[in-house]
């Protein structure tokens, strides 16, 4: 893991984050990365407001898996529910299970990273054994196995956090805790950099604690490189999602997109030429993915253009 | 047949793929023009178990019923029919059983009155292990020794080598159905009892390829997960088939299956979804067969409610009139449209028309039909009142929330319990609805003192035998801690049970079966949802002559016995040109033999040996290339 | 090459497996159900008296430890991975050993032809920077990279095999076929290779396009490449003969290090195709809950990881002595 210098100590976060921006709008992948992401998030914020309230098998009108047609745009599933209903409100799910995974993973990530790189000696070593040991597990097999055991372990499933049924909660801190490795380490090599700047030198001189510096020096120093991994890791997330749910570990109370392809599958809608059922769900994966990447990577390469990464 | 499991109906289906294009060109015929001809045969379950005390899932017992027969088989329309047993005749408690003479095993041994005793023995010796060891024994998984035992089977004999005298504690005709294959004794009986026994540990004896039995086709290959291939017994005493092999493919995608099936990679396709079989009625050279299922779906009560340490959230579950108000509330049509699409039929009673001499309709004075307000009226009369917020209240005056689940086996009751959320809220009903793992579900259904009974209503299934004695136990008092899942217990219908098992008299026994389905029906342990469709088809092109058993509502495959498969005749003359595949190249041998020398696995190691050196060699190479870059800079 | 290094990476992915046993462990004792209970799944009539002796018999009576986790150490450490729920009456290790040569071959493959063609469209694409041939090139490698490897799969199904029909839908080899000669054998699998292969390749080859690209494109801004254009080099020349090189020793290294995400596609891949390898197997014990199975291939995958890391580590300090440090 090769470092880099960062560029920028200490400043306002609010000019850097507005510069940063306006450096992205002018490379062509950002811009294109970031017009996509506008579209989604307007959709997940106020899907209803878009489709209407979301269509359940009580309140579904329509026949029975129906091509497109003028009064469903999209089709319709098995049930009779418009498809453009379902993916616009996939969508929400989708991105939120994205988002909550990735804070759990930036959190976990960073904490760790910070820690390790700023503290170093034996915590360093331990915590990087650690870190090694999730970075080189099969992180979707390891889900698969922790996705019931989770379920089971905080017993009653109707239960709900902000909305969002307990079996999606799991199925977020499950990708949240398995894939949080390779942020602590790229946040570990670039805080062993800045530990040795002249700054964080001067205020320990001037006895500033750990927790401090950790908090007010090194942290302001790496949030650039976080959020552009938390930028990556959002696109994981989803993508893990929806194979966890393709697997038949998802909630079909709630559809996700990948509760939505997995759907499509169990009445078998891609034997049955009902290419409606699974087209667009799977366009929104392929788009959501390749917005993230795009924005992630155009980030990176501002912030960071020597370092190389997988994407 | 006990297919009776927790519904082993099918494992999840796992994927799909697959569209056929409207634009597609005629199917492309079957391949293998020559010797062998092969029936290949779909089904979305996999084989688990070649050892017949160990089936559970369908796909197991029709294995067993291709290798093995039965003392006495099952006819056209499920009718005794000569099995093992050439003829029979009772006297009181003792049966004789006249064994085809010269009949032998595929291996060429004589097959005889031994073995028929042997079999029958080796249950009753598992059972009297049982009774007097607190061990818990039984044989595999439990399944076949329930048809020896309801026939009060006490002792067997053989007079002679084609005289089988089994004596029975009751006069009865169960015997007669009992799903339980003859074995080579000079096979099995190198086992002991406990090597064939275990279900789960130690070393259990698997029944591996190349089997010996009577029946009319016997596994020679067997690639779990993948497929299990039989050949022709040629001693087969029966019609043969023209298939000179059957193999049986395991799909976990449906999707998959159906494209096999329109392509002619396969013949037969077991478990159709109900959009693909709409589709492919359509489709020239497929048949498609819609069966009727001897089970049912229902929803299960906890009827012990928050009782005696049981773990339902109200006492309103153990109250008759509370369930039959629920159940006013649940429009059967709807979801047998929306879960089924149409491939089913609306439930009433706990014995399906498939067993159209023992069914009945529930009486009129207390048949159901969906309407919301009779159900409000009833829960009202009931004294089931409402707060201000319109939730019901239980006689302790706590709102009534009803957690509903089922389990991840069975994906679809996601789409009942969501409808029965909508119909119930109207009832001021609240519903909690969540999938539970299946192993979760089972221990949560489990009554103390060996479980919590930690749930409300449970969505689930069974599946019946020939007879309806199976599924007419879960009810009894005596499955409580057993395959009780809503702990029913009516002494009326304990004793109906015995009354009917023992009855030799079809008049009388349908008059017991008729009023212990009334009961149920009345007092709504369970409430019958649907009894779904089997949804099979067919391809015309290879073979002629599929006979459905039994003949309204049947099958042509997956029926009971191996009639289907020994019917089929080939379609010699209009034999078609091979597919787009290589195939052609190949000389397939005689199959007779069951050699089972299909060497799939042969040259994989070669190939993977030779992956790994490019790999090793070519990464070397590159990287060997970039050093030497290095050095001379 | 320093036996410090290698002794250290070695200790350390000895550690990891130690760890990943461990865990094995763990999961196994936290799985939903009493484990006797979905051992006695589907067993009509059972009684206490049953589960009681199951109990005895699977050593679940024990205390967990040290009595259960050292018969657990001893099993693993000799192969012995328990029985099959599902398949029953054969051992976890049967079970899995049927499965590994398919995945291997489908993988092994697919990670050769994704790294040759990924890796030229990469270095192409990188060499011709700013060019159109590079935004269709990477237009292509991230659109591939963004798509989830079933619904490649999902697609070239319904293409080439219910559509054209060129291809058989399912399997790896035609069941119950007697080959004439190996040549058969060998035909008959590439027929029903050829699909998932395309898949499992196509799916690679964005995120090692990608890689290959960025690496190439830092690679041309070294001192010493833009010395080789200025001496007057040909283009070919510098990129083969300079750029090339030094861009692959990481790209190469990260095909280990992504080897454990590549694993989440692969399962995906297996089913769409009905192909009889690892993937197919964990789902299959996944939906039927069979966890000795599913805790097998997690051992085993987890650690073929781990192996393949070292493995990488070790190459990688062989051949560049800077991260020998």
Not at chain 1, 31 to 56: K, N, R
Not at chain 1, 91 to 102: K, N, P
Not at chain 1, 172 to 194: C, K, P
Not at chain 3, 10 to 38: C, D, H, K, Q
């Amino acid at each position: 893991m090769t470092t880099a210098a960062i560029v920028i100590p200490r400043r306002r976060p609010w000019t850097g984050a507005i510069e940063l921006l306006g450096q992205l709008v002018l490379r062509p992948a950002g811009l294109v990365g970031l017009a996509i992401l506008l579209v989604l998030t307007a959709l997940s914020i106020a899907p209803s407001f878009f489709v209407g309230p979301i269509q359940t098998a009580v309140t579904a009108t329509g026949p029975r898996l129906s091509p497109p047609s003028i009064d469903f745009l999209l089709g319709t599933d098995q049930l009779g529910r418009s498809m453009l209903n379902l993916t616009v409100h996939g969508t929400r799910i989708s991105m939120v299970i994205g988002l909550i995974a990735t804070v759990i993973t930036v959190l976990i990530g960073a904490v760790i990273g910070i820690v390790s790189g700023y503290v170093g000696g034996r915590l360093d070593a331990v915590l990087m054994r650690i870190t090694d040991f999730f970075l080189v597990l099969p992180t979707f097999v390891l889900a698969l196995i922790l996705t019931p055991i989770i379920r089971d372990l905080v017993g009653n499933a109707t239960a709900e956090v902000f909305g969002i049924r307990m079996t999606l909660i799991v199925i977020i801190v499950v990708i949240g805790i398995t894939s949080w490795a390779s942020t602590a380490r790229i946040i570990r090599s670039q805080t062993l950099s800045i530990r040795e700047r002249a700054f964080v030198d001067r205020a320990r001189v001037i006895g500033a604690g750990g927790g401090h510096i950790m908090r007010r020096h090194v942290l302001p120093n790496v949030i650039n490189l976080i959020v552009a991994n938390a930028v990556l890791t959002f696109a994981g997330a989803v993508l893990t999602e929806t194979t966890l749910s393709f697997v038949g570990l998802g909630d079909p109370f709630q559809p996700s997109w990948g509760q939505l392809l997995e759907a499509a599958r169990a009445v078998g809608a891609p034997g049955l030429g009902a290419w409606w059922y699974f087209v667009p769900p799977g366009v929104g994966i392929v788009l959501v993915v390749l917005a993230f990447t795009l924005v992630g990577s155009a980030l990176d390469d501002l912030l960071n253009p020597r370092r190389r990464r997988a994407p | 047949m006990n297919r009776s499991t927790l519904r082993a109906r099918g494992a999840r289906i796992l994927m799909s793929a697959g569209l056929a294009f409207a634009a597609i060109g005629p199917a492309t015929a079957p391949v293998a023009a020559a010797d062998p001809l092969v029936l290949n045969a779909g089904t979305d379950q996999d084989l688990q178990v070649l050892n017949p005390f160990s089936s559970v899932v369908v796909a197991d017992f029709e294995a067993f019923t291709l290798n093995y027969d039965t003392l006495v088989g099952w006819g056209q329309d499920l009718e005794p029919v000569p099995g093992f047993a050439e003829s029979w005749a009772q006297d009181g408690n003792t049966w004789t059983f006249k064994i085809r003479s010269g009949m032998k095993w595929s291996d060429g041994q004589p097959a005889t009155a031994e073995d028929a005793a042997y079999s029958i023995q080796l249950v009753l010796d598992a059972t009297a292990k049982s009774d007097a060891s607190a061990d818990g024994y039984y044989l595999g998984q439990g399944y076949l020794e329930a048809y020896i035992t309801n026939a009060g089977v006490t002792a067997v004999s053989v007079p002679d080598p084609e005289t089988l005298v089994v004596t029975t504690e009751f006069e009865n005709q169960l015997i007669l159905e009992a799903y339980l294959p003859i074995l080579p004794k000079h096979v099995w009986s190198k086992y002991s009892l406990d090597e064939i026994a275990s279900a789960t540990g130690a070393t259990p004896y698997t029944n591996e390829p190349p089997v010996v039995g009577t029946g009319p086709y016997q596994a020679v290959e067997w690639k779990p997960g993948e497929f299990i291939r039989f050949a022709r017994n040629p001693n087969y005493w029966g019609l043969q088939g023209a298939a000179d092999e059957v193999i049986i493919h395991h799909f976990s995608s449906p999707d998959t299956m159906v494209a096999a099936l329109k392509t002619g990679e396969i013949d037969y396709v077991r478990g159709v979804l109900a959009d693909q079989f709409d589709a492919l009625k359509n489709e020239p050279g497929i048949e498609t067969v819609e069966g009727v299922s001897n089970g049912y779906s229902q929803i299960a009560f906890n009827t012990k409610g928050n009782t005696d340490g049981y773990k339902g959230s109200t006492s309103a579950l153990t109250d008759p009139a509370f369930r039959v108000a629920l159940a006013w509330a649940i429009d059967q049509n709807k979801l047998v449209d929306a879960t089924l699409g149409g491939y089913g039929e609306p439930g009433t009673t706990i014995i399906p028309p498939f067993h159209t001499r023992w069914h009945v309709e529930p009486d009129a004075s207390i048949a159901r039909t969906f309407d919301i307000d009779k159900a409000n009226t009833l829960l009202d009369a009931a004294g089931y009142k409402k707060d201000g917020q319109g939730r019901r209240l239980d006689k302790e005056g706590n709102p009534i929330v009803l957690r509903v689940t089922w389990p991840d086996s069975e994906a679809q009751h996601s789409t009942d319990a969501e409808f029965i959320q909508g119909w119930w809220g109207k009832l001021g009903v609240g519903v909690d609805a969540y999938v539970t793992e299946e192993g979760k579900l089972i221990e949560d259904v489990t009554p103390p003192p060996g479980g919590p009974a930690n749930f409300d209503v449970e969505i689930w299934g069974w599946v019946g035998d020939p007879d309806p004695t199976s599924l007419l136990d879960f009810l009894r008092t005596d499955q409580i801690g057993g395959s009780s899942d809503s702990f029913y217990s009516n002494p009326e219908y304990d004793q109906l049970f015995l009354d009917q098992r023992a009855e030799s008299d079809p008049v009388t026994r349908k008059a017991d079966i008729a009023q212990m389905q009334q009961l149920v029906y009345r007092d709504a342990p369970y409430i019958i949802l649907y009894y779904d469709s089997e949804l099979h088809a067919y391809r015309t092109d290879k073979f002629t002559n599929w006979t459905i058993q039994p003949s309204v509502g049947g099958t042509p495959l997956f029926g009971y016995g191996p009639r289907g498969y020994t019917f089929l005749q080939a379609i010699s003359a209009a034999t078609p040109a091979p597919a787009a595949s290589p195939d052609a190249g190949s000389t397939p041998t005689p199959s007779a033999s069951g050699s089972g020398s299909s060497s799939s696995g042969d040259i994989t190691p070669v190939i993977i040996g030779g992956v790994i050196i490019v790999v090793i060699v070519g990464g070397v190479l590159l990287l060997r290339r970039r050093g030497s870059v290095s050095d001379e800079e | 090459m320093g036996g410090r290094f290698l002794g250290r990476k070695a200790a350390s992915a000895a550690i990891t497996i130690l760890a990943i046993i461990l865990v094995n462990f763990l999961l196994f004792r936290l799985m939903p159900g009493s484990p006797e209970r979905i051992i006695l799944r589907g067993v009509p009539n059972v009684t206490e008296q049953q589960r009681v002796a199951l109990r005895e018999r699977w050593g679940l009576n024990d205390p967990i430890f040290p009595d259960q986790f050292v018969k657990y150490l001893g099993a693993t450490a000799t192969g012995d991975l328990g029985y099959s729920f599902v398949a029953r009456g054969q051992t976890v290790a049967a079970v899995i050993g049927q499965r590994i040569g398919p995945t291997l071959l489908l993988f092994g493959l697919g990670e050769i032809l994704a790294i040759l063609i990924g890796l030229a469209l990469g270095a192409y694409s990188g060499w011709k920077r700013g060019t159109a041939v590079d935004y269709v090139g990477n237009g292509i490698s991230l659109v591939l990279y963004s798509t989830p490897y079933f619904l490649l799969g999902m697609a070239l199904l319904l293409v080439f095999s219910t559509g054209l029909r060129w291809f058989p839908t399912f399997g790896m080899l035609t069941a119950g076929r007697i080959y004439a000669s190996p040549l058969d054998l060998l035909a008959d699998l590439a027929f029903h290779l050829t699909l998932p292969l395309l898949t499992v390749s196509l799916g690679l080859v964005g995120q090692y396009s990608i890689l290959m690209r960025s690496s190439i494109v830092e690679t041309l801004s070294e001192d010493y490449v833009t010395t080789a254009r200025a001496m007057g080099l040909q283009d070919g020349r510098v990129l083969t003969g300079h750029a090339l090189p030094n861009a692959l020793l990481p790209t190469v290294s990260l095909v280990a290090i992504n080897l454990g995400y590549v694993i989440a596609g692969a399962i995906t891949v297996e089913v769409v195709f009905n192909w009889p390898g690892l993937g197919t197997l964990a789902v299959e014990a996944l939906t039927a809950r069979d966890y000795p199975v599913l805790q097998g291939v997690f051992l085993l995958l987890s650690i073929s990881v781990v192996l393949a890391n070292l493995l990488a580590d070790v190459v990688y300090g062989f051949l560049d002595p800077r991260v020998r440090t």
